[in-house]
Every structure is written in C-alpha cells, then in structure tokens.
C-alpha cells in the first residue's frame, strides 16, 4: 500500500501503526510521531538518501554508526545489492528491536549481507550510560554533567572501537561510513583512525550537531580537521565546500567527505576546493586535529569551563579552570574569564589575585586594568 494511503487509512481507524515498504524491506512507523511519518512519507533527510544513492554501488559495503529504525539503512541495501554489505549499529535498545525486523527482506528477495550489533562505537571499549530520549534517535552518551537537559533515564551499554570491529567483522573496504550520535561522532572518528588513515574508507557521512558538540567543548571545526589532518576533503551536503565560516554557521546538516578529489567530483562534478584565503591553513588544522585526538586537552576543557559559566554554572566553571590553570598557567585569557566569574560569585579577593597575575606578563593589558579600577572602586565603596 502506497505511504499516504496507509497513513490515510490509519487515521480514519485510529490505528497508531503505519506499515510501508522501503526498498526491499516493509517498515512499521509510528503514526503519531513526526519524524516516522516523514520516513513514511519519503521526506525524511531527502539530501541523506540521495547522497546513498549517488556514492554506493552494487557489492560496496555500508557501515551505519546510528542507524535507527533503518531508513537509510534500507536505501543503501537497495544500492549495494545482494553482494553487498550492510554493518548497522545501534545501542538503544528500543529502536534496535524494530531495526531487526525492519531489516528481515520480504520473502523471496535476495539481500545483501547484513549485520546488526546492538553497541555504541567510541574510542575505546567499555561500558557507559546511555541518555534515553522519547525521540527515537536522539538518546546519546553525552551525560548529564555536560547537558543537563536530557532525560534522566538511562541503559547501560557496551561501546566498541570502530577499527576492531571492521577487522572482527570481515569488512575489506568501506564505501560509505555514516555517523550520526548525538554529539560522540568526534569520538567514533577516533576510534575509526586507522581504517581512514589506510584508505580503507572512502567516503564519510557525518552529522554536524552543534548543540552537542558544544557541551563537550569542541566545535565543528574539530570534526572538520580530524578528517582534513588525514587527507579528506568534506563539503555540505549540498556540495558547497567546507570553509571556517560555513563551519560555524549553526544548522543541523551532514558533512560529507571523500578520501580523494577525484571521488568527491565523482558524486558532486562541480566540487572545486575552496581558495587559500577562505580555507583552513595547516598550522589551524593541526592544532584542531591534536584537540579532537585528546579530549583532554586544555582549549577544549577551557571552552567547557566557559559553557559551563554561559549556563549560569558558575561553580564548576571556576572549579574546571582553575585545574586548568594549575598546569597551564600561560592561558591568560581563560585567567581573565575566571577573574570575572569569581567577581560574579563575590569572590573579590580571588578575583584580583588572578588579575594581578594578568597584568604580571601583559602590563598594558587595557581590559584587565579596567576590572581591576573597577575591583577597587567597589571594594572602597566609590560609585
């Protein structure tokens, strides 16, 4: 039956289930939910199915890192064909259920070899919460500590490294690798440096989620330079090219990547690089990159520390930076932010401390004299 036939028909009976084919494969949404309904519709990340559709051919291999109910997942199988391979993970277990049956092809049909792992990929195996989300597809790993916004409810589950399981999985080479997690992609590309370092993927599918990116201290840029550092060339998924200025710009979008020029122009023919005064220079890329491969990195926790302060947590921003600054004393800058939030939580003393400590290595420093004149005047209580 026709999508909005059967959605038509759900309504007028009040069922709550919608039953659709998608390639080769029968698929039951939820009629109540917007985001199955677009699947069900075919509307549902259009410029998603159509880049499938161009970069894998018959016999490729698909490794899906969030694959959901299998949407895409059922596209890619309808491109590879029977000699082809899908890997698929998905840790939440509720979506996971549905995504086997989804996956079962209707009787008769030959398809490709498929595998669903019900873990979460990272940089190293272990275990860790999972944050369930009431939107299938949306539950993540970023914890509380870093978005305390999220549900509260969580599963345990098992993580793996994405490098281990190619190998443990058989998988020669990798046509197209998709990543969508919720804010931990920085943390599966690292986990996958080896297969890209080694041309054992060719294209990368990777979503651009600010929002949780951000929590963690890192910007878009920072999965931008992990790929560049290692030879891909990426655009937005409309085939413009990646520069520093569209990377902050704060839409929810895919990344694509390709190994090599020639394999970009193969699925976008217009592609040409963007010009040297509106590209990423070496030196940015690789202090970007050195800051994806060490979450632990001081840039990084002292954007959190900032977040953190953004979000009125002032407490732990102080707590954050001033580890910090105990083994990276020279970060003036992130010393003047701590001046500032230890004035806000009336903590003068403190605050003057690390002022004077600015002006120590910059004398001249206009904005930290001013803070502190101001420091002063309110401490003798002069207007």
Sequence with gaps: ????????????????????????????????????????LGTYEIESVELINRVLRNGDTYVDVGAQLGFLAAHAASSVGSSGKLVLFEPDPR???????????????????????????SDRARSEPLFLNDTIGQSTLVGHDSNPGIPAESVTVDTVVLDDEIRAQDVGHVRLLKIDCEGHELAVL??????????KIDFVMIEKGIGYLDRLGYEARHLHACLATRGFIGVHEDGRPITPESLHRPELENLIYARRVDL?????????????????????LDQFALEAADPDHPSVQARLAIRLAKRGQLAPAIKRASEILESHPDMLNLRGHLAFWYELSGDESSARTHLLR?????????ETLEMLENLDRASSGEP
Excluded: N, W
């Design 264 to 284: 970009m122009r193969g699925i976008f023919p217009e592609y040409e690089e963007p010009a040297s005064d509106l590209a990423f220079d070496s030196k940015q």
């Design 190 to 199: 690292r986990g996958a440096g080896q297969s890209l370092e080694t041309g």
């Design 95 to 121: 979506p996971l259920e549905r995504l086997r049956e989804h996956m079962k092809p209707r009787e008769g049909v030959s398809a490709p070899e498929t595998i669903i792992l019900g873990k979460a990929c």
């Design 1 to 40: 039956m026709p999508a909005r036939l059967a959605l038509a028909m759900a309504r007028l009976t009040g069922r709550e289930r919608v039953v659709v084919p998608i390639g080769d494969y029968r698929f039951g949404f939820d009629a109540r939910d917007f985001f199955q309904m677009s699947m069900a």
């Design 358 to 366: 600015i002006l120590q290595s910059r004398p001249d420093d206009i």
